[in-house]
Structures are given as C-alpha cells and as structure tokens.
C-alpha cells in the first residue's frame, strides 16, 4: 500500500532556516491531508492538517501547502528549532475512510 | 488535557504465545484504531473500530489478531499466536464522530518484542 510516498528518509537543516517536507499521494480520491510529528518512545501527535478545498494552511511556524493537480504536498516549518526535530509523517484520508500514513522523514535541526 | 493510554509500553514474549496489548481511548471518543510500526519503517494501519465492531481492516490483520472493547473503557488488540515478524511498536489511537476529518489522537505505543 504506497497511496502516500515520503521519498525522503531524512532531512537535515540549520536552526533559524526553513525546512520543507514533503509527500507525495496517488489516490485522488484523498481529500484531507495531516501531518503528524513523532518523537522516540512518544506515539505520533497531530502538527497541521489541510481540506482538498483548500491550498495553504498556515498555524504559526508551520505551513501546509497542497498542489492536487501534482497530487503533492508540503510542510514548512520556519524559523526551524532544535525542539523540532523529530520524525515527521504525513497521512491521507478519502471521505469517511480513514487515514493512511507515508513512510516518514526524520527531520534533523542543528543548533 | 485527555491522552490515549496504552499499556505495557514494552512486552516480550516467546514465538507462539498469545499476547494482549490493552489501550485506554479518550473517553468521548467514538472510533478506536490499532496501527503498528516495525523498526525502521512506515506506521501501518491494523484495524478501526466503531459501534462494537470492526470497520475497517488492512491485509496485515489476519486471523491472528482480534480487537475487543470489554468495557466502556478499554480497547484490546489480542494476537493468537505471535510470530517473530509480529515485534514492533503498536499504536492506539481513538478520535471522536464527525467524520475522518477528526483528528486521531495516538497513545505512546506498546513495544512488542517475540523472540
């Protein structure tokens, strides 16, 4: 089940710089996308979330974008912080079906 | 602020054993989620649960496992007979009606390790 891809495993950024994260999904039929953010030995906590309605979404630090015609999107995260870094998931749903996640990319923030 | 419960948050156990992993949604929760994350890959989707019964299912959740909510409280995901491709961290996570839009909310995982 690859309905939602994170090609990148890792990332790493400097403090103060932004970080861009992204997913990629095949089923258009999504139509509510979530990013999640995990820490070792924490389950995943919801970060931000964005409608199929919708391109952008912005909660302080940390904007969604969402490109439907390239089945595509993005979390930012600026200024990036240390306490940032973690193992990001973004996760998909189609109407009242529920979520599925993508492989994760583990964010690293260097002080 | 309300979380999801899980406990142990590490179990071990022998090839062959039955193993319950027993998990506390929020209480006005309404949908009930098992998912599971083998080290060093992706969160994959168990099982969902609703109304006594389960909604949704993924290939991974075959006859070896089995979900139950006891009591108004607690959600249980039972494997029969754990083999050594069954050791990973397991999620909880419960969300409240509204449609999949709501947020789930994760407990913080029950290490299972089969040896």
């Known amino acids: 089940d690859q309905q939602v891809k994170q090609n990148s495993p890792s990332l790493s950024v400097q403090e103060g710089r932004i970080s861009i994260l992204n997913c990629d999904y095949t089923?258009?039929?999504?139509?509510?996308f979530l990013w999640y953010k995990k820490y070792p030995a924490e389950g995943p906590t919801f970060l931000i979330s964005?409608?199929?309605?919708?391109d952008k979404n912005e909660d302080g630090r940390f904007t969604v974008f969402l490109n439907k015609s390239a089945k595509h999107l993005s979390l930012h995260i600026v200024p990036s912080q240390p306490g940032d870094s973690a193992v990001y998931f973004c996760?998909?749903?189609?109407?009242?079906?529920?979520?599925?996640f993508g492989a994760g990319t583990r964010l690293t923030v260097k002080p | 602020e309300p979380e999801v419960t899980q406990t142990p948050s590490h179990q071990v156990t022998q090839m062959g054993q039955e193993v319950i992993l027993r998990c506390v949604p929020i209480?006005?929760?309404?949908?009930f989620y098992w998912y599971r994350q083998i080290l060093g890959q992706k969160v994959e989707f168990l099982v969902s649960?609703?109304?006594?019964?389960?909604?949704?299912k993924s290939e991974i959740f075959d006859d070896q496992f089995s979900v139950e909510r006891p009591d108004g409280s607690n959600f249980t995901l039972k494997i029969r007979s754990t083999k050594l491709e069954d050791s990973a961290m397991y999620f909880c996570?419960?969300?409240?009606?509204?449609?999949?839009?709501?947020?789930?909310?994760f407990g913080a995982g029950t290490r299972l390790s089969v040896l």
């Open positions: 996570a419960s969300r409240g009606g509204g449609g999949a839009k709501n947020i789930q909310y």
């Open positions: 089923n258009s039929m999504f139509d509510y």
């Open positions: 964005i409608s199929s309605i919708k």
């Open positions: 996760a998909a749903s189609a109407g009242n079906n529920d979520m599925r």
């Open positions: 209480s006005n929760h309404l949908y």
């Open positions: 649960f609703y109304n006594n019964e389960i909604s949704e």
